[in-house]
């Protein structure tokens, strides 16, 4: 059995933390580990579990690979989509490798940001799965709900089952459309109803053969995308020409709901995909007046809220059921009856052309992070953390010249053509147009402020010479 987590999302309804080129899946939102981290973690324990295959889009490729190396599984693959195409191509590609090297293959699909309480509930469920999917079986978990909810998608499962399967497995009637309240409660007053999860089990040969029969395009793409990607790294990238040829459909679309072969195995095991302040709020722990809370908070006369302080004390006096997160760049202030418009607040970000909608204040690299401290006409303020033996590219800026003071560590910089050691408590100077490098040859991480200053301060007035992390 191989995990394929679907990495590609984006996130944005849990702005301010979750953002464009940091979503939902890499924050340690539940615990301290990240989303994706605990996607993982649950699997310990099923039996004859692979290395996980992780799909995910170019700018969070170095954030997976160092979220997978702090747990031990630098074995899995890292494939990388060039161009998004919703997630039937992404479990196509998942399928062509995998059958590549054994045919029959089991993949366990899963999203890399949803929860889920009970894991041993979770593994039976995949046990109880394991011999329909085997049989061929095209298997999906529908969630046993616990309210009208109209953000899901509906399972509804037949009144005959196959008489090939066990009891716990029931052949799939129909996929339905996120419903309307009213609608929602006739489905969970039924009985006859599921939450459609997006987690699925099937052989790899068995969805490629239904792939083919029902969207013959995405295998072509899929085989020609993998037939001509190429390693860089720790990654596998797709030919873009040949992925970005695929159309962009969801498994559900594309398959399940056309194939006869789609079964469902109810789960009730606390699941959620955690698409909303509201929703992160109801599963996480609670005190005595509902609250939950994260950071350094105080609250008087609070009631159901969810509070999150990141960066500094946040106190709430008098408010209930309201959401406030707070960053180093950004506060969210809502009613929880009114999260749902956090999307409106997103899309005035984007026209407005505010960097808050896709980046944070810290930002991160494959060599460690900055933090923009301060900037002003003419000036920029940034906290470097270089990451033990990682280095920075040779480059060079038109614009802008940099002064480097060390805070801890030691930092092996080359100035022009002159190369050097500069350690705590000692800088130097970067003038423009010179062409430099910074590296943490030392055993701990290294520490520096970064003074910029010059006409235009963008990232992209940057000339790479050489870098060992690909970049362009």
């Known amino acids: 059995m191989i995990p394929v987590i679907l990495s590609g999302g984006s996130g944005t309804r849990l702005w301010p933390l979750s953002r464009a080129k940091k979503p939902k899946q890499f924050l340690p939102l539940l615990n301290d580990k ?75 699909v899963l999203a890399a940001d949803h929860a889920i309480r009970d894991i041993p509930a979770f593994h039976q469920a995949i046990e109880l799965a394991t011999p329909a999917a085997q ?22 499962k037949a009144e005959q089952t196959d008489a090939s399967l066990t009891a716990e497995v029931f052949t799939v ?10 609608t929602a409660t006739g489905f969970v007053n039924s009985g006859q109803y599921y939450w459609n999860s997006g987690m699925f089990l099937f052989r790899a040969s068995s ?15 899929a085989e020609q995308a993998m037939l001509k990607a190429s390693r860089d790294l720790d990654f596998i990238r797709l030919d873009k020409t040949a992925f970005a040829a695929s159309p962009s ?8 709901e056309k194939s006869a072969n789609a079964v469902m195995v109810a789960l009730d095991a606390g699941w959620s995909d955690v ?16 609250n939950a809370c994260r950071g350094d908070v105080l609250l008087d006369q609070c009631r159901n809220s969810y509070i999150n302080a990141e960066e ?5 006096i008098g408010l209930d059921d309201v959401v406030v997160v707070e960053t180093k760049d950004a506060v969210l202030v809502a009613s929880k009856s009114h999260i749902q418009a956090v999307k409106n607040i997103v899309t005035k970000l984007q026209s407005y052309g505010r960097s808050e909608v896709d980046l944070h204040r810290e930002v991160f690299r494959p060599w460690g992070k900055y933090d923009s401290v301060d900037n002003g006409n003419r000036y920029q303020v940034k906290h470097i953390t270089v990451k033990p033996g990682a280095k920075l590219s040779v480059q060079m800026h038109h614009h802008r010249a940099e002064h480097w003071v060390v805070v801890s560590g030691s930092a092996l ?6 190369e050097f050691l500069v350690t705590e408590n000692e800088s130097t100077f970067i003038p423009v147009g010179t062409i430099h490098s910074l590296e943490n040859p030392g055993k701990i991480p290294l520490e520096l402020i970064e003074v910029q200053s010059g006409s235009y301060l963008g990232e992209d007035d940057i000339v790479r010479f050489e870098d060992k992390y690909g970049r362009n």
């Open 275 to 290: 698409g909303s302040w509201d929703a992160l709020w109801d599963v996480m722990a609670k005190d005595e007046q509902g």
């Open 173 to 182: 009637a129909e996929f339905c459309e996120k419903p309307d309240l009213a």
């Open 312 to 316: 500094r004390l946040v106190a709430v």
């Open 207 to 221: 969805l490629l053969a239904e792939l083919k029969q029902f969207a013959p395009q995405i295998v072509t793409c």
């Open 413 to 418: 910089v080359r100035n022009g053509d002159n």
């Open 34 to 108: 990240s989303m994706l981290q605990n996607t993982l973690l649950r699997l310990k324990g099923l039996p004859a579990l692979e290395s996980p295959m992780v799909i995910c889009n170019e700018d969070h490729r170095f954030m997976v690979a160092e979220q997978l190396r702090e747990l031990a599984t630098e074995q899995a693959d890292i494939i990388l989509e060039p161009v998004g195409r919703n997630t039937a191509p992404a479990i196509a590609i998942a399928a062509v490798k995998a059958v590549a090297d054994n045919p029959d293959a089991l993949l366990l």
């Open 135 to 156: 049989q061929g079986k095209l298997v999906t978990f529908g969630i046993v709900p616990t309210c009208a909810h109209t953000g899901y998608g509906y399972i509804r």
């Open 249 to 256: 459909d969801s498994i559900d679309y594309a398959v399940m």
